[in-house]
Nanobody
Framework: EVQLVESGGGLVQAGGSLRLSCAAS????????IGWFRQAPGKEREGVSYISRIDGRIYYSDSVKGRFTISSDNAWNTVYLQMNSLKSEDTAVYYCAAEWGPIEEPMTAEDFDYWGQGTQVTVSS
């Protein structure tokens, strides 16, 4: 059974940094990708970034490109989202998600079958 558990959210001032972690387990095969989504109150779930174990492809949405970095450990036990230069508009619940890849871009929530419980990120201005 695929399981995803996020951690690392919290409160940070604008301009600061946070690193989110997604502990991933239960994949019977290696041809999957793991992504991060976020959802602010009253807004749709937005795809932020993904990393593919299949071919190493990395995707970022325009809203985070140049500020966020996605990575994984060598064993793909944990996927990280390093968030720098945070802005108030980055405030949201961040979700880790996984899917058998590849997928079309831009990434959408409908493309992903497995989800974590989410972690709150609040950026104060």
């Amino acid at each position: 059974e695929v399981q995803l558990v996020e951690s690392g959210g919290g409160l940070v001032q604008a301009g600061g940094s946070l690193r989110l972690s997604c502990a991933a387990s239960g994949f019977p095969f290696d041809d999957y990708l793991i992504g991060w989504f976020r959802q602010a109150p009253g807004k749709e779930r937005e795809g932020v970034s993904y990393i593919s174990r299949i071919d190493g492809r990395i995707y970022y949405s325009d809203s985070v490109k140049g500020r966020f970095t996605i990575s994984s450990d060598n064993a793909w036990n944990t996927v990280y989202l390093q968030m720098n230069s945070l802005k108030s508009e980055d405030t949201a619940v961040y979700y880790c998600a996984a899917e058998w890849g590849p997928i079309e871009e831009p990434m959408t929530a409908e493309d992903f079958d497995y989800w974590g419980q989410g972690t709150q990120v609040t950026v104060s201005s």
